[in-house]
């Protein structure tokens, strides 16, 4: 199936970058556009009785769930099933069990990523399809919550699937419901100048158009990872490149490496790029200090990077090399039209092993990558994705901005809320974690027990 990314935030000019989303489609043909996240497990989206200041402004209203004759809250206190399902799983949810307090018997979630931002919630169970796919819609456990970004900001999404490891993910709920054939699922996004992807479900055969997929074996527990042998920029092979533990992060922009193969790829690329006449320099750009480069007379431009810059080599476990373009490394300057900058960075997030790679949807680009949870391995190939998209998956646009005049008027009423979401102290479970969530909710005697007709937006105070 096709999915897409915005070319434009919600609010301002430039997206923040090749982060991709599929609609899902709930009761009453309520549609939300959830980005699709290899490194984190969790799916959630705003639902009705959040505040906007919790769950943020995105590209629909929140979810009435008032529409829906399935939907239910979880209680992990009267329900065994519910309460096996939320402490199977502690790295992601924890059932508050604290009789004393109104949020008694609710599950709930919450992640601290390492870029500051934070989500939470508690977990609700409805029926979910997948706008674009011929897929059977099926009874889903879910988040009702919101992501924050550090700064207070939302993103234009309305919130995230889970496409990362364990049995909560949104994959593996596919699978177990008997809605694909196989544990398995494939992604490939495009090039620099454009904004779609394709997202395969269950085991598919390409024929043909694909070139045979090479594997690795598949690391970790809880995030998709695989081991890098080396890195090599042109013919130089970067030091410290050589055993690292990397994750594949489609929700990551960019891509992160440890400092000793940063300061090396950045000076062998520099080098290499000035003997080729191009001029480089830092800049803040998006509130990095990030390395740029430019011509003084001509154009640089998707259409030309190969005249300037090398092609990126990586090799996995056991020898699974792919050759990447130079759109592995680089994106447009967000004002300079003639400019390339670095989109790589130095991992050094708080809590997060600096040792690590986290391979972010921007070293992703025109490379098929099929997970494989059956056989937990991970199958690559260079490949022209636009080509295998427009063969092979259905089509479904990108939805345009209906929403700007909406938020507005939310902005107004979202200053009555007389509720706020609980507040979740976490270590976090994502790629990008910190660790393992804690939750802390304000006891409130005015709020009634958590039972079937609960107002939602009395759970998440």
Same mark, same amino acid.
């Given at each position: 199936m096709e999915i897409n990314a915005y070319d434009r935030e919600l609010f301002g000019l430039y997206s923040s970058g090749h982060e991709f989303f599929l609609t899902v489609t709930l009761a009453d043909e309520q549609e939300f556009d959830l980005l699709v996240d290899t490194g984190s497990a969790q799916t959630y989206f705003p639902c009705e009785g959040c505040?906007?200041?919790?769950?943020?402004?995105?590209?629909?209203?929140?979810?009435?769930?008032?529409?829906?004759?399935?939907?239910?809250?979880?209680?992990?206190? $009267?329900?065994?099933?519910?309460?096996?399902?939320?402490?199977?799983?502690?790295?992601?949810?924890?059932?508050?069990?604290?009789? $004393?307090s109104k949020l008694h018997g609710a599950c709930v979630f919450g992640s601290l990523y390492a870029d500051g931002s934070e989500a939470g919630g508690y977990l609700v169970q409805d029926v979910v399809g997948i706008l674009g796919s011929e897929l059977t819609p099926i009874k889903m456990t879910f988040g009702c919550g919101g992501l =924050?970004? +550090?700064?207070?900001?939302?993103?234009?999404?309305?919130?995230?699937?889970?496409?990362? =490891?364990?049995?909560?993910?949104?994959? +593996?709920?596919?699978?177990?419901? *008997? +809605?694909?054939?196989?544990?398995?699922? #494939?992604?490939?996004?495009? *090039?620099?100048?454009?904004?779609?992807?394709?997202?395969?479900?269950?085991?598919?055969?390409?024929?043909?158009?694909?070139?045979?997929?090479?594997?690795?074996?598949?690391?970790?527990? $809880?995030?998709?990872?695989?081991?890098?042998? +080396?890195?090599?920029?042109?013919?130089?092979?970067?030091? #410290?490149?050589?055993?690292?533990?990397?994750?594949?992060?489609?929700?990551?922009?960019?891509?992160?490496?440890?400092?000793?193969?940063?300061?090396?790829?950045?000076?062998?690329?520099?080098?290499?790029?000035?003997?080729?006449?191009?001029?480089?320099?830092?800049?803040?750009?998006?509130?990095?200090?990030?390395?740029?480069f430019y011509a003084?007379?001509?154009?640089?431009?998707?259409?030309?990077?190969?005249?300037?810059?090398?092609?990126?080599?990586? $090799?996995?476990?056991?020898?699974?090399?792919?050759?990447? #373009?130079?759109?592995?490394?680089?994106?447009?300057?967000?004002?300079?039209?003639?400019?390339?900058?670095?989109?790589?960075?130095?991992?050094?997030?708080?809590?997060?092993?600096?040792?690590?790679?986290?391979?972010?949807?921007?070293?992703?680009?025109?490379?098929?990558?099929e997970y494989d949870l059956e056989q937990l391995r991970v199958g690559m190939t260079v490949a022209r994705c636009e080509k295998l998209r427009k063969k092979f998956a259905t089509d479904s646009s990108p939805p345009q901005n209906v929403w700007r005049i909406v938020a507005l008027v939310l902005a107004v009423v979202a200053a009555a809320q007389l509720v706020a979401l609980a507040i979740f102290a976490c270590r976090a479970a994502r790629s990008r974690r910190v660790g393992k969530w804690h939750a802390l909710a304000p006891e409130d005697d005015r709020e009634p027990a958590l039972d079937g007709q609960i107002e939602l937006s009395n759970v998440v105070r």
């Open positions: 505040p906007q200041d919790v769950c943020g402004v995105h590209e629909h209203a929140y979810y009435d769930w008032r529409m829906s004759k399935n939907f239910r809250v979880l209680n992990c206190t $009267t329900s065994a099933s519910d309460g096996k399902y939320c402490r199977d799983e502690p790295e992601y949810f924890e059932c508050y069990a604290n009789k $004393t =924050r970004d +550090a700064d207070g900001g939302s993103e234009r999404h309305d919130g995230m699937a889970g496409f990362g =490891r364990g049995a909560v993910t949104f994959h +593996a709920q596919l699978a177990a419901a *008997g +809605a694909i054939n196989a544990h398995v699922f #494939g992604f490939c996004s495009e *090039g620099m100048d454009t904004s779609a992807a394709m997202l395969s479900l269950g085991r598919y055969d390409f024929g043909e158009e694909l070139h045979a997929l090479e594997y690795t074996r598949m690391l970790g527990d $809880t995030e998709l990872a695989v081991q890098t042998k +080396a890195w090599k920029i042109g013919n130089e092979k970067i030091a #410290g490149s050589s055993n690292i533990y990397t994750v594949l992060d489609s929700g990551t922009t960019m891509t992160y490496i440890p400092t000793v193969m940063y300061k090396d790829f950045v000076g062998k690329l520099i080098a290499l790029v000035r003997g080729a006449g191009l001029n480089a320099y830092r800049v803040d750009v998006f509130g990095d200090d990030t390395w740029c003084n007379n001509a154009r640089v431009s998707a259409s030309t990077l190969s005249r300037w810059f090398p092609n990126l080599s990586i $090799t996995y476990d056991p020898a699974v090399t792919l050759v990447l #373009g130079p759109e592995s490394y680089l994106f447009d300057h967000p004002t300079e039209r003639s400019a390339m900058c670095l989109g790589i960075g130095e991992v050094n997030f708080p809590g997060v092993d600096a040792g690590q790679i986290i391979l972010g949807q921007l070293t992703l680009r025109d490379t098929y990558i």
